[in-house]
């Protein structure tokens, strides 16, 4: 039996990075294998995007942020305002998903018209034994979570109330410019 999922990912700061980021999701559980398609268009061209799904460890539903998000009203959603909606980075869609290692260097890079495609299968049984030792439970709990797409180029000028660091990473590479809710089909 094959489980299906899928998100419209819809943009978000769009009118403060220049472009509004859109696309797709599908996700198709077949047997032991996750298998993950997104498209994305209108992207911040030429740009490494981070991508997660991002949800609530304690069964809490997720949900897109939007600029009612926006706080400290600097014009900009960061990554810590949208938890309060959305929860906490759960799994990357990187070249390792089952590793959930979320700062690294391997997510997929958009095009010089801002387009990129991501493709993975990826082993449920090591995905699910991985999400338990770090959340306590092996399920993945799909429609329950919200897709993120993060990212615009270093040299974008963003104002120093923006948060969102994760290592040497800072927040152009975290800031987000996609979402959407994982509904199951
Ligand atoms: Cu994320």
Do not use: C
């Not at 209108?42 to 991002?54: A, G, V, Y």
């Not at 299968?121 to 991985?130: R, T, Y």
């Amino acid at each position: 039996m094959t489980q299906k999922y899928s998100a419209e990912i819809v943009p978000l700061n769009e009118e403060k990075i220049g472009t509004a980021a859109h696309g797709k999701a599908t996700f198709e559980i077949v047997g032991d294998i996750l298998k993950i398609h997104i498209s994305m268009k209108d992207t911040p061209k030429n740009t490494q995007h981070w991508e997660h799904f991002h949800g609530f460890p304690d069964g809490k539903e997720a949900q897109i942020a939007t600029k009612a998000q926006d706080v400290n009203g600097d014009g900009f959603v960061d990554l810590p305002e949208t938890e309060s909606v959305s929860g906490t980075t759960m799994v990357p869609f990187d070249a390792a998903p089952h590793d959930m290692n979320v700062p690294n260097d391997t997510y997929p890079v958009s095009d010089e018209n801002g387009s990129f495609e991501y493709e993975k299968e990826v082993p449920l049984n090591k995905l699910q034994a991985k999400f338990k030792e770090v959340f306590g439970t092996d399920d993945l709990e799909l429609d329950k979570r919200v897709i993120y797409v993060h990212g615009v180029p270093e040299d974008l000028e963003l104002p120093d109330t923006i948060a969102g660091a994760v290592g040497h990473y800072d927040q152009h590479v975290t800031l987000p410019i996609a979402v959407g809710k994982i509904v199951k089909d």
